[in-house]
């Protein structure tokens, strides 16, 4: 069983509001990641890290940032949200050398109205 | 990258055994096959993976053709918390492989 933890499960939040996502994993790994995932849709990598103070952009564009100050955890941040963030976010994290192998918390389902 | 195609959805009954297809016609030597599935709602949980020979865990098995353009997993005896989205990746090992992710298949067990 993976040891990845998002918080919070859902959140439901105004326009213009500033709200993290917070993701740790007690496991270790080098490497985290965010997803971004539409009702029924593909998942979308929008962020990674490769370690500590390694962030870099995914595939798809995305307004909010990260940061990777610690091993274990690798928080996202939206200054200001808007309807259009309305989403699930999904972290998780690998080892190098485990064969690519991605392990994920549960997701953060996210409401702006 | 090599591209994945699975049906879209697919329907089982309980107890019997899942057998999902994926046809990966372009994989590269390098390139390992990943099985991944998620239940509604929740972050996916990785099942699976193998280059070409068949492998067997606790959770299913992988069958890979011989000529590694098409592989399938199956999962012997299905229950109703198998219902999930059935993803098929083929990515190189090094995780600086970024996966991606396709449409899957949706899997349903029926009583």
Same mark, same amino acid.
Request: hydrophobic fraction near 30%; charge should be neutral; aromatic fraction near 8%.
């Given at each position: 069983?993976?040891?990845?933890? &998002? ?15 917070? @993701?740790? &994993? ?64 999904? @972290? ?22 | 990258? =090599? $591209?994945?195609?699975?049906? #879209? %959805? ?6 019997? =055994? =899942? ?5 990966? %016609?372009?994989? +590269?030597?390098?390139?390992? !096959? ?6 509604? +709602? ?6 699976? /993976?193998?280059? $070409? ?7 299913? +098995? ?7 353009? %098409? +592989?399938?997993?199956?999962? #012997? /005896? ?6 999930? !989205?059935?993803?098929?990746? !083929?990515?190189?090992?090094? %995780? ?14 029926? #009583?």
């Amino acid at each position: 069983e993976a040891d990845i933890y &998002q918080t919070p499960r859902y959140l439901v939040i105004g326009t213009g509001k500033k709200i993290t996502l917070e @993701c740790s &994993q007690t496991m270790g790994h080098d490497k985290m990641y965010w997803y971004q995932q539409d009702p029924g849709m593909e998942l979308h990598l929008i962020h990674y890290s490769y370690g500590v103070n390694s962030t870099e952009k995914g595939d798809l564009s995305s307004e909010s940032t990260v940061s990777r100050i610690r091993t274990e955890h690798f928080p996202l941040t939206l200054e200001s949200a808007r309807p259009s963030h309305t989403s699930q976010y999904l @972290c998780a994290s690998s080892a190098t050398g485990d064969k690519n192998i991605q392990y994920f918390g549960a997701g953060t389902r996210l409401s702006v109205l | 990258d =090599a $591209k994945t195609t699975q049906p #879209p %959805s697919m329907d089982c009954a309980e107890g019997r =055994a =899942a057998n999902l297809p994926c046809n990966h %016609s372009t994989i +590269s030597g390098n390139e390992y !096959v990943y099985w991944y599935r998620q239940i509604h +709602s929740q972050g996916p949980q990785y099942i699976i /993976h193998g280059l $070409k020979n068949n492998e067997t865990n606790e959770m299913a +098995s992988l069958i890979i053709t011989e000529d590694r353009k %098409s +592989s399938t997993l199956i999962l #012997p /005896h299905a229950t109703l918390r198998d219902t999930a !989205v059935y993803y098929c990746i !083929v990515r190189p090992p090094g %995780s600086n492989y970024q996966l991606i992710w396709g449409a899957g298949t949706k899997l349903i067990i029926k #009583p």
